[in-house]
């Protein structure tokens, strides 16, 4: 433990005593004693040296309780802190999470962005991004470990998507190209989010929350923009909020979301399913390359709850040193 700011104790100590010194200088200047006669008859009596005890016992103790609170208050106002080195661990995982906003979304939305809320509350030092798309793609926040960003970001989305903020700059960007609903070029373009070619030192991954309902001519097919994915080194898991039961027709939406997800070495999840989150998280985790160390911190701690907690004490006693005192 260290003091940031000792130098107020010996300050506040020859301020003490300095005052202390001037108190007593005073009133041996004017102060006098008289005599008085046969005061030995009463001085010698029990019961005035038994009161004359309990007096000098309560004095001291007065005494001792100031210094106490004098001590403590100094000693907090020194501000007393432990310090400590520490090399935090970060992931090495990127996580993109890509949402669909076109109008066929517009009711699963609110949905879909608890779900991405509650798998941020689940990772811990993997870098976060949030891209947003219809006919045109535009980045919300770019990959940060920056988790209270990130959960700022999402909350503010909700309430954009549940209505109860208004926000219509939030979808800038996002209805450029003709056309709506462009699934392939939204994931390509969430894929384009991740800084650079692949080197392998981190793993990469992108949740896809889409219906797959495409109206409009874009670019890239699904399957394109899945094989985009692949050569970019990333992962797709896919939520769909309109999954049903497609049974063997192969051209459904969700039959080829499901393919374009499992392409990339990822998984197919309905929003509402109780194992989305978890099975996301638990894919994701298995994707570590290799931890990492963050550069080293130090982390300040104040203490000064022990001393003004003593301080306290002491002057709990001078109230109950007052109140006998009184009586």
Known sequence: MELMLWWII????GGGALFIWRVLRNESR???????????RLTSLPEYRSALRRHLRLLVAMVGASVVVVLGALTAGARPVT???VIPEQHSRDIMLCLDTSASMS???AAVVDVFGELVTRFDGERIGLMMFDSSAAQVFPLTDDYVLVREELTRAKGIFDGS???QGFFAGTGIAPGSSLIGDGLASCTQGFPGPDDGTRSRSVVL????????EPLFTLAEAASLARDKGATVYALNPGDFDYGDAPDQPGATLRDAAESTGGAYYSVDSTESVAGIVRSVQETEVAAMTGAPQRIVTDQAAWPLAIA????LV?????WRVER
Request: aromatic share 2%.
């Open 30 to 40: 004017v102060s006098g004693s008289r005599s008085v006669a046969h005061t030995d």
């Open 165 to 167: 903020l208004d926000e």
């Open 318 to 322: 001078l109230l109950g040193i007052a």
């Open 209 to 216: 929350a889409t219906d797959n309902f495409v109206s409009g």
């Open 10 to 13: 010996p300050c506040g100590l």
């Open 107 to 109: 009711s699963a939305d």
């Open 312 to 315: 306290l004490l002491a002057v």
């Open 83 to 85: 310090a400590e080195v």
